[in-house]
């Protein structure tokens, strides 16, 4: 079995690691807030039937809640912050992601390179004991 490449490895460290989903989740999340925040409340309909002297009426009133204090438009304004902090919060998770990758990946070079080093002076040390016993 081959190991994945290095260019696979920051593809899915970038896109299927547990922190990066998670904050995927999160903006998924402030995403479907936003939809909905900042807008006005929907309309209630109230109905009623009237009977009188064997003749039925109806009734209805259709009322909407007009907003005056600017709670409608901050909760826009409160939802609209909290999706550029979660579209942030995943560019800085990636980063995060990308950095601890690297310095795996760099640590795996560097042990290579001392076990070569090493076995370099194994060999040689096997052939200076070979040429002291000659």
């Given at each position: 079995m081959r190991a994945p490449s290095v260019a696979r490895l920051r593809e899915w460290a970038?896109?299927?690691s547990p922190p990066v989903r998670a904050a995927e989740a999160r903006l998924a999340a402030a995403r479907a807030r936003a939809g909905?925040?900042?807008r006005w409340a929907d309309p209630e309909l109230e109905g009623r039937?009237?009977?009188r002297d064997?003749?039925?009426g109806l009734e209805a009133a259709l009322r909407f809640t007009l907003p005056l204090n600017g709670t409608t438009g901050a909760r826009g304004r409160?939802?609209?912050i909290a999706l550029a902090r979660a579209r942030s919060d995943l560019s800085a998770t990636r980063f995060d992601v990308e950095c601890?990758?690297?310095l795996l990946l760099s640590g795996?070079?560097?042990a290579r390179s001392r076990l070569r080093t090493r076995e370099e002076i194994?060999?040689?040390a096997e052939a200076y004991a070979e040429l002291a016993k000659q």
């Open positions: 970038r896109t299927m909905c925040a900042g039937v009237l009977g064997g003749e039925v409160a939802a609209a601890r990758l690297a795996i070079r560097t194994a060999t040689r």
